[in-house]
């Protein structure tokens, strides 16, 4: 019989759905910033910059697996790094660059301090929809949907067969930067700080990219059309539906690629909106 724990699926749609939309009306905001310019094309990115991204990557595994200590602050400054630009560039739909990145400043100053998981939640929102609006609209479409299914395999590989993911995401929470959304059980638990959480039955973790990446998606798409972008949105938060009934229904509960369903979904929600 198939299991489905719907209020903690809900609690999971509610950060899910609130980025994305806020991805997408950020994304629009912007639009009048950025004039005619034409979104980047698959032929921008170019083999130096992919050999980078690959340098980069197998740089941060070499760093956790051999420094335990210098990956835990690594990962809080990194951490601080992107919340700060993502929230500020939110938070400047509203105000002034200045007020925007004073505000911005505040909320890594609470974040660090009381850090707990609904504020940990709430600045993961205003961080991933700021990053994945300002990513999703220099792209277009064909690329985001390439980088989808690559990172969608690799995703597979990472975690099923090398590993290497899990272990990144073991030292984000020992480290206590974690960059995704952390999902109480029980809505009490959002109270909880997050020196208490531990993926398992009490706490589920979805990962930055499980969200920022469908929304880079959408946020292409603002360009073309709103609707398509609203489409593809939806059928994003069907794929984390996917998601969490293949995650749910494990005869062992274990780390899981989350990325693949989602993007398949959110592929598949680019296709009927062409219709």
């Not at 951490?79 to 929230?87: E, I, K, N, S």
């Not at 398949?264 to 062409?274: E, K, R, V």
């Amino acid at each position: 019989m198939i299991k489905l724990k719907f209020p903690l699926f809900l609690r999971i749609l509610l950060l899910f759905g609130l980025t994305q939309l806020a991805g997408i009306y950020a994304a629009y905001k912007f639009l009048p910033a950025l004039g005619p310019a034409q979104p980047a094309r698959i032929s921008g990115f170019s083999f130096y910059d992919f050999a980078i991204l690959v340098i980069l990557v197998l740089f941060l595994i070499f760093i956790v697996r051999r420094f335990k200590s210098v990956s835990s602050v690594f990962f809080k400054v990194f951490l601080t790094f992107v919340v700060f630009a993502g929230a500020q560039e939110m938070l400047a739909i509203w105000f002034s660059p200045f007020i925007s990145a004073f505000i911005a400043v505040l909320l890594l100053i609470l974040f660090w301090l009381f850090n707990n998981v609904f504020l940990q939640d709430l600045v993961m929102v205003l961080t991933f929809a700021g990053v994945g609006a300002v990513l999703g609209i220099s792209l277009a479409p064909g690329t985001v949907i390439l980088i989808l299914v690559i990172l969608s395999f690799y995703d597979i590989i990472a975690v099923y067969k090398t590993r290497h993911m899990v272990e990144l995401a073991e030292a984000m929470i020992q480290s206590r930067a974690i960059f995704g959304f952390v999902v109480p059980a029980t809505f009490g638990g959002f109270k909880e700080r997050m020196a208490q959480v531990a993926p398992g039955e009490q706490f589920m973790i979805l990962g930055s990219g499980d969200v920022i990446l469908p929304l880079l998606l959408s946020a292409s798409l603002v360009r073309i059309s709103l609707n398509q972008s609203v489409i593809v949105a939806f059928f994003s938060a069907l794929g984390l539906f996917l998601m969490h009934l293949i995650f749910t229904n494990q005869k062992i509960r274990r780390p899981m690629a989350a990325l693949p369903p989602i993007a398949l979904a959110t592929i598949i929600g680019y296709l009927i909106s062409l219709l």
